[in-house]
């Protein structure tokens, strides 16, 4: 059974970091796409980056540059380094998955199978 827990969240001032978990269960990184999404308010939920495990990464454009996705293969962990935070970075952040079936992951929410609760980012000016 594919389970994902997001960890990490908290408040940050602008400008400052936070590091996101994703511990993940019932599956092989390497044979799956993560990915992290996020959802402010009023707002539909958005990609922010996703990894297939084997050293490919996409980004969001509003966050290249700033943020950090990465695989911990032999933990079952996947991670989202945030630096240089914005108060537009503020939302829920989701972990998601889903078999990886063609050689590039999708980066569409919709395509995701496997959610997790999410973890509430908040940041202060």
């Known amino acids: 059974q594919v389970q994902l827990a997001e960890s990490g969240g908290g408040s940050v001032q602008a400008g400052g970091s936070l590091r996101l978990s994703c511990t993940t269960s019932g599956y092989t990184l390497r044979n799956y796409c993560t990915g992290w999404f996020r959802q402010a308010p009023g707002k539909e939920r958005e990609v922010v980056a996703v990894?297939?495990?084997?050293?490919?990464?996409n980004y969001a454009d509003a966050v290249k540059g700033r943020f950090a996705i990465s695989a911990d293969n032999d933990n079952n962990r996947v991670y989202l380094q945030m630096n240089s935070v914005k108060p537009e970075d503020a939302a829920m952040y989701y972990c998601?998955?889903?078999?990886?079936?063609?050689?590039?992951?999708?980066?569409?929410?919709?395509?995701?199978?496997?959610w997790g609760k999410g973890t509430q980012v908040t940041v202060s000016s």
């Open positions: 998601a998955a889903v078999p990886r079936y063609l050689i590039l992951c999708p980066t569409g929410p919709h395509a995701f199978a496997y």
């Open positions: 990894t297939d495990a084997l050293g490919n990464m």
